[in-house]
């Protein structure tokens, strides 16, 4: 069974972006608009990945990693944060509150590919 | 990727339908900001909107607005932070940027060119240096690479300090390796030195989710091997934390590989791990070369151990949890939506609106107790409540036609040298999103209009005694099955008697045409009246109100104009709340019968002898309750004489509501019936009649012409002569 990545951004050209160059690398996408939404589809779907933006209404991308992260179930789902920050107090804000990577947006098809089988293979 | 481009450019069009929604918000918070309101989440929402639209900028390789935003955000970031203080000047400069935005966007939508944006971004820069020097080294770079992970490890590793790799290789005795001297004059050129990588996970890097046995595995894609592993930091068993790691280990890679595939392995690695990666000879004299693992298979299977421990939680399925099943039938109604294609949704209408006039036929064709027997009432209801839920899927907040008249208003400042302030309400009313798109002209010619024509210069308000600064109040609200939209300025209001003279001029009046105040204020959306020659000495736009009043008519809305001489002028656009349906009272003059829509009407009069009483040769009024009403005989008005000769007594007089003029009797032969019916255009077959608002067909499959009440009472005598020549071409 291919891997299934869960990805929470607000923008759904985003959303259908990740959508279709990953769907075409062979995962399977469930998506969430933003943090609240993100955590319900986590328990919902129960992703093998989470691909989460960081700027986002209601709930952001840290506080939704820091949720995701006290639900002992998903205590080892790898997270990924796909974001336009880069700035390093972001990252280490995003690595202390659980997150496993960051990648740069705007995201290479095959890199994202590369990155994501490095933590979920 | 598998995706076509049209795949591609689909979700482009979304990005760019999200980049109009941002832009809004973005203008919206700005605005709010430029009034005072700089509270956390106006400002939050601006940076949002941007960042959003930097984010889908880089996705679609949009270079130039992807650099522009790039920086727009740094300085928003700044300021969502506290570092910089959103003064008025740095909020009209945020403003200005707003503007490049706007026209980056445009450009990238291929509508327009690049704009020039190099003093805007100087403009943003000089925020940046001068208060907010922490957002310095971000505002270079448009895309930096990932920094982190480069200089973090390094500064970790020297912290840890480092272990010689023979170390390691002692300790994995087991394995067979042999540590080698390597003489570094007998090494081909660096970059082909192979590589060596010490990886020692931390304990963090095993919390987050990380396995450091995929990123050894994939090392291994790139050709490397374990050649050492160090445990000798493992402890007893008793000690044994499986959730901790304790074991370095080295691999090695070929030197052909590029160091940034190496580093990008580790992207995700916590980084007070250990993370050394060095070409072989560079910093180490001995390791052990390739040809002494080459009997050793490479496994990582055994030393991983620990790691795979702790992984192992994840692998296995937890009990689910009550509070799931809970968390999911709350989350549906929340926020789910889809996005589907306009055109759908207008087929949908179509279909309604097919059903709601079937239904009419059947109501027409079965007597009452018939309609019962089959449940017709049954139906009438569910058709009546699937209309207004496909009604409601076309609704828009008519916010987003708002949201581009600030901009447009700096930009007539400038042009003009006039100062005004915009106040709107009443965004969050919902339009159909085909009327929505069709006002945003008429809405900026209106706005045009007020700040060319109605805002005096500041000097000449001074001298009049009002403030320097003009308003224009721009509202939305709506009333029955109408929404009505205002533009209001405070300025010297229409000059009546160059517009009379003007209209005499070009043949529109005669000279000697008894007008009334409102009649020579909407003379000026006559065709063939143009505004700008005669009260403005702006030239060059060529915009006649006509054709603002054309394009509102041509929705089936309608244009009034109130002007109070030095105090302002008020443009109305009345709008249908929807396109397609509405529920009217059907009426018959003569051979023809008309709809009148039920919303505008208030009661039914059977005149008694007397009650109508005429005031001129031209006018009537009706006695209702004390007061009297005026009477407008609607066969005359349309040509239709069968109504002329009847008197009052033989005839109804339905009063009605209108925007302008209160109410107003109406004066028909009969009332047949009320029924849904659904609205066709006749601007698609004919010229727009004032008068009426379209066509439909009615239950027994004849036409019944749908009556503009508003258009109908504001008209005269005159106007209906207008009309019935529009009807004739």
């Not at chain 2, 709601?356 to 107790?369: E, K, M, N, T």
């Not at chain 2, 009650?611 to 004390?626: D, H, Y």
């Not at chain 2, 005026?630 to 033989?650: L, T, W």
């Amino acid at each position: 069974m291919s891997k299934l990545i869960l990805t929470v951004d607000d923008s759904a050209s985003m959303r259908m972006l990740l959508k279709t160059s990953l769907t075409a690398q062979g995962f399977r996408i469930e998506g969430a608009n933003d943090g609240v939404h993100g955590l319900e589809r986590m328990h919902e779907v129960k992703p093998d990945l989470l691909i989460t933006d960081i700027n986002m209404p209601k709930m952001d991308g840290f506080e939704l990693i820091e949720a995701v992260r006290g639900v002992p179930e998903f205590r080892g789902t790898p997270i990924l944060v796909l974001s336009t920050e880069f700035s390093d107090e972001k990252k280490a804000r995003a690595r202390e509150a659980g997150a496993t990577g960051w990648i740069t947006k705007p995201f290479d098809a095959t890199k994202l590919g590369a990155a994501i089988r490095r933590v979920c293979p | 990727m598998s995706a076509g481009d049209d795949g591609l450019d689909e979700i482009q069009a979304i990005f760019f339908e999200e980049c109009a929604e941002g832009l809004a918000i973005a203008e919206e918070g700005l605005s709010a900001m430029a009034n005072g309101d700089v509270s956390a989440d106006v400002i939050a929402g601006v940076f949002r909107a941007v960042h959003s639209i930097k984010g889908g900028s880089g996705a679609f390789g949009h270079a130039a607005l992807l650099a522009f935003s790039h920086r727009f955000e740094n300085v928003l970031d700044e300021v969502r932070a506290g570092r910089i203080a959103p003064t008025p000047a740095v909020t009209k400069v945020m403003l200005g940027a707003f503007d490049i935005l706007s026209d980056h966007v445009a450009a990238a939508q291929g509508n327009s060119d690049a704009p020039a944006d190099e003093a805007m971004l100087e403009a943003l820069d000089a925020i940046l240096k001068g208060e907010g020097a922490a957002a310095e080294g971000g505002a270079a770079d448009p895309a930096p690479a990932p920094a982190v992970e480069d200089s973090a490890p390094v500064a970790e590793a020297d912290e840890f300090g480092f272990v010689p790799v023979a170390a390691g290789v002692e300790d994995f005795d087991p394995f067979g390796f042999e540590p080698v001297a390597i003489d570094l004059e007998d090494l081909s050129p660096a970059e082909q030195q192979p590589w060596t990588v010490r990886f020692g996970p931390s304990r963090a890097a095993l919390a987050n989710g990380s396995e450091p046995l995929f990123i050894v595995r994939e090392l291994e894609t790139m050709g490397g091997r374990i050649v050492a592993v160090d445990s000798s930091a493992l402890p007893g068993l008793r000690d044994l934390d499986p959730e901790d790691s304790y074991l370095v280990w080295t691999i090695e890679l070929p030197g052909t590989v590029d160091e940034q595939d190496i580093r990008e392995c580790f992207d995700f690695v916590s980084p007070d791990s250990v993370i050394d990666i060095a070409r072989a000879a560079a910093e180490v004299a001995e390791v052990a070369v390739e040809a002494a693992v080459a009997d050793a298979p490479p496994s990582p299977a055994a030393p991983i151990a620990p790691a795979a421990v702790a992984a192992a939680p994840a692998a296995t399925p937890a009990p689910r949890p009550a509070a799931t099943g809970e968390a999911r039938a709350a989350a549906e109604p929340a926020s789910q939506t889809i996005r589907v294609d306009l055109s759908k949704l207008d087929q949908l209408l179509n279909l309604v609106g097919e059903l709601v006039i079937h239904g009419s036929i059947l109501s027409d064709r079965l007597s009452p107790a018939d309609q019962e027997r089959v449940e017709l009432p049954e139906l009438s209801r569910l058709t009546r409540q699937i209309q207004d839920n496909v009604m409601s899927l076309r609704a828009q907040p008519i916010r987003q036609a708002f949201s581009r008249v600030p901009r447009m208003l700096r930009d007539l400042m400038a042009e003009t040298g006039k100062k005004v302030v915009l106040e709107t309400s009443g965004e969050t009313t919902e339009v159909d999103k085909g009327v929505l798109e069709k006002i945003g002209d008429p809405l900026t010619h209106m706005i045009r209009n007020a700040v060319d024509h109605g805002i005096e210069s500041p000097e000449e308000r001074i001298a009049a005694g009002k403030p320097a600064e003009g308003t224009i109040h721009l509202s939305a609200e709506q009333k029955g099955a109408r929404i009505i939209v205002r533009v209001a300025d405070d300025g010297r209001g229409i000059n009546r008697e160059r517009v009379r003279a003007k209209a005499v001029e070009k043949g529109i009046i005669s000279a000697d045409a008894q007008l009334s105040d409102e009649e020579i204020d909407s003379l000026i959306c006559a065709p063939g009246f143009s505004t700008a020659e005669t009260i403005s000495n702006i030239s060059g736009r060529g915009v006649g109100m006509d054709v603002v009043r054309s394009n509102v008519e041509a929705l089936g809305g309608r244009v009034e104009i109130h002007s109070t001489p030095g105090e302002g002028t008020t443009f109305i656009m009345a709008l249908p709340l929807t396109l397609a349906i509405l529920d009217g009272m059907i009426v018959r003059l003569g051979q023809q019968r008309f709809v009148l829509p039920l919303t505008n009407v208030i009661e039914t009069v059977q005149p008694e002898p007397g009650q109508v009483k005429p005031t001129s040769p031209n006018s009537e009024v009706i006695e209702l309750r004390g007061s009297y009403l005026p009477v407008k005989r609607v066969g005359q008005i349309f040509g239709i004489g069968a109504n002329d000769r009847r008197s009052p007594e033989e005839s109804l007089v339905i009063i009605v509501e209108s925007e302008a003029a209160g109410h107003v009797g109406l004066m028909v032969d009969t009332i047949e019936n009320r029924r849904e019916v659904v609205i066709k255009s006749l601007e698609d077959n004919l010229h727009p009649i004032r008068g009426l608002g379209g066509a439909t067909i009615l239950g027994d499959g004849t036409i019944g012409l749908i009556l503009d009440i508003d258009a109908l009472v504001a008209s005269t005598n005159h106007q209906s002569k207008y009309a019935m020549k529009g009807m004739a071409a």
